[in-house]
């Protein structure tokens, strides 16, 4: 009885969590259909006309959505050796929130809408394209925001000072007769002129102001492209510095002798394995 449990345990971590196999990636996709449906209903129940006439279905569907995802999480907690590791988790803690909330509605109906919470889930997706071998790509960003972060800094603290200055300048000039009330109101006019957003709430009325706020815009097109220009070269010397390094480096042996199942395309076997581990094709 103990070993069926154990290989049943084990039919069920492949299934629920591998997605190399069929089963498992026919699992995977059915689940973020799942997700997607499900963040839909609520973004659905927040249009108050859609919601007041199909109200009632939508409730239908979130009972429905709460059962599979309870399911779900029940089944991961059971097949897993180690259930604490993986409550902990970070795929845990999203499993957990996204039906959490719908039991805390029971009681707080508002809490209902963090079900949103439902479409980080998607993570999974990352699996399932086995998108995962290139988030190693993701270093040379990190490396290059890394080493350009103090010249970041030194930018961001020069353009904080430069709103200061320009927004004391602007609340003398306008006054708050003409919307700029206090310096901070007028440092908020800055930074809206500076990043071109432009909304418009606040604007200068004098011929002086309004030399000063074509000086910002300006200003601004070269102000922006200064932290794209150091992030880019940042991330090109980074680049560059790991291409030498990859010549450099020896061929590791893991990567000489690595087996991939002509079946369910499983990678990572032993160089002597007969059989596959994932599907039990022979090799």
Same mark, same amino acid.
């Given at each position: 009885?103990?070993?069926?449990?154990?290989?049943?345990?084990?039919?069920?971590?492949?299934?629920?969590?591998?997605?190399?196999?069929?089963?498992?990636?026919?699992?995977?996709?059915?689940?973020?259909?799942?997700?997607?449906?499900?963040?839909?209903?609520?973004?659905?129940?927040?249009?108050?006309?859609?919601?007041?006439?199909?109200?009632?279905?939508?409730?239908?569907?979130?009972?429905?959505?709460?059962?599979?995802?309870?399911?779900?999480?029940?089944?991961?907690?059971?097949?897993?050796?180690? $259930?604490?590791?993986?409550?902990?988790?970070?795929?845990?803690?999203?499993?957990?929130?996204?039906?959490?909330?719908?039991?805390?509605?029971?009681?707080?109906?508002?809490?209902?809408?963090?079900?949103?919470?439902?479409?980080?889930?998607?993570?999974?997706?990352?699996?399932?394209?086995?998108?995962?071998?290139?988030?190693?790509?993701?270093?040379?960003?990190?490396?290059?925001?890394?080493?350009?972060?103090? #010249?970041?800094?030194?930018?961001?603290?020069?353009?904080?000072?430069?709103?200061?200055?320009?927004?004391?300048?602007?609340?003398?000039?306008?006054?708050?007769?003409?919307?700029?009330?206090?310096? $901070?109101?007028?440092?908020?006019?800055?930074?809206?002129?500076?990043?071109?957003?432009?909304?418009?709430?606040?604007? $200068?009325?004098?011929?002086?102001?309004?030399?000063?706020?074509?000086?910002?815009?300006?200003?601004?097109?070269?102000?922006?492209?200064? $932290?794209?220009?150091?992030?880019?070269?940042?991330?090109?010397?980074?680049?560059?510095?790991?291409?030498?390094?990859?010549?450099?480096?020896?061929?590791?042996?893991?990567?000489? #002798?690595?087996?991939?199942?002509?079946?369910?395309?499983?990678?990572?076997?032993?160089?002597?394995?007969?059989?596959?581990?994932?599907?039990?094709?022979?090799?």
């Amino acid at each position: 009885m103990n070993t069926e449990y154990k290989k049943l345990k084990r039919k069920m971590y492949k299934i629920i969590f591998e997605s190399d196999t069929p089963k498992g990636k026919a699992f995977d996709i059915a689940l973020l259909i799942a997700i997607l449906l499900s963040t839909f209903v609520v973004l659905l129940q927040s249009v108050e006309r859609i919601n007041i006439e199909y109200g009632a279905f939508f409730s239908v569907l979130e009972w429905f959505f709460l059962i599979v995802f309870t399911v779900e999480y029940i089944l991961r907690i059971i097949c897993v050796d180690k $259930p604490v590791r993986y409550i902990k988790s970070f795929f845990g803690i999203i499993d957990l929130l996204a039906i959490l909330p719908m039991f805390i509605g029971m009681f707080i109906t508002a809490s209902q809408i963090l079900l949103i919470v439902r479409v980080l889930r998607l993570f999974r997706l990352l699996r399932i394209l086995k998108m995962s071998r290139f988030l190693a790509e993701s270093n040379f960003l990190l490396k290059a925001l890394k080493s350009s972060m103090p #010249k970041i800094i030194l930018f961001i603290s020069t353009m904080v000072f430069a709103i200061i200055i320009a927004g004391s300048i602007m609340y003398v000039i306008e006054g708050p007769q003409r919307g700029y009330t206090s310096i $901070p109101q007028s440092m908020y006019w800055a930074v809206v002129t500076v990043t071109t957003v432009g909304y418009g709430d606040i604007s $200068p009325q004098t011929t002086l102001g309004k030399l000063i706020a074509s000086l910002l815009m300006i200003s601004s097109y070269g102000i922006l492209a200064v $932290p794209t220009g150091i992030i880019t070269y940042e991330l090109a010397q980074t680049q560059r510095k790991a291409t030498s390094n990859k010549d450099k480096a020896p061929l590791r042996r893991n990567e000489e #002798k690595t087996k991939t199942c002509p079946e369910c395309r499983a990678e990572g076997l032993s160089e002597n394995a007969v059989y596959c581990s994932q599907c039990g094709k022979k090799i």
